[in-house]
């Protein structure tokens, strides 16, 4: 399969712990994306990255929120101190740039449950 | 601000045409794009207009009027699979067009 893959898919954890997601994209594709989607919502841009350089965050993304890309491959976002209403579906998304950036291609998510 | 409007729900029979509506605010326009996202499911990108007028993508259209500021996704020969929600989007004006802002979406409801 070479589409955008993201690890794990579902992660349930405890108010105040620290949760990591992984993310894969299409191999040719040098900007990455990260959105949060909630229930009856469309995604949310949370930040985004152009090879290993994160170029943009999004307000939403708090000082709890780190993302990073260090190889300009795989991208990993980390939520520390997790809260309730971090409880969402955070997706990965990539294109190849410029004029591909409106034909993005997401992955299935990770389905995040803060208790 | 930067913002899209589309109706919440719509429902239509097999077989049938329906038209999902989209108006949008945005500073700095650079087209217009239509997502399918089935339950569950990631969303998957449809269709986009950068110019005025129709685009055909098979049994799916799509409509932009830059100057009404009014896009649509028309789905023709509607099938059981077509159940979903469909979001439009528009590039960020603010950041150099690149990160995506979407409507609320519409869900699609199609009976047999």
């Known amino acids: 399969d070479t589409g955008v893959s993201q690890n794990p898919r579902h992660k349930i954890t405890k108010r105040g712990q620290n949760v990591t997601f992984r993310c894969d994209p299409i191999s040719e594709h040098n900007r990455l994306y990260w959105y949060r989607q909630t229930l009856g919502q469309g995604p949310e841009f949370l930040t985004y990255?152009?090879?290993?350089?994160?170029?943009?965050k999004s307000r939403l993304l708090s000082d709890r929120f780190s993302a990073e890309r260090p190889k300009g491959s795989f991208s990993t976002l980390e939520i520390q101190r997790t809260e309730q209403g971090d409880s969402a579906m955070y997706l990965c998304?990539?294109?190849?740039?410029?004029?591909?950036?409106?034909?993005?291609?997401f992955g299935p998510g990770t389905r995040l449950t803060v208790l | 601000g930067q913002s899209l409007e589309q109706p919440s729900e719509v429902t239509a029979v097999e077989g049938a045409i329906v038209q999902i509506n989209c108006t949008y605010q945005t500073s700095g326009f650079y087209g217009l794009s239509w997502y399918q996202q089935h339950d569950g499911g990631a969303p998957t990108f449809l269709s986009y207009n950068a110019l005025d007028g129709l685009e055909e993508t098979g049994r799916f259209s799509s409509f932009l009027s830059r100057s009404d500021s009014y896009g649509y996704l028309l789905l023709q020969e509607l099938q059981m699979k077509d159940s979903a929600s469909y979001f439009c989007?528009?590039?960020?004006?603010?950041?150099?067009?690149?990160?995506?802002?979407f409507g609320k979406g519409t869900t699609l409801s199609v009976s047999s």
């Open positions: 990255f152009q090879n290993e350089a994160q170029l943009e």
């Open positions: 989007a528009v590039r960020d004006g603010t950041r150099a067009g690149t990160a995506l802002i």
């Open positions: 998304a990539s294109s190849l740039g410029l004029a591909g950036d409106n034909e993005q291609f």
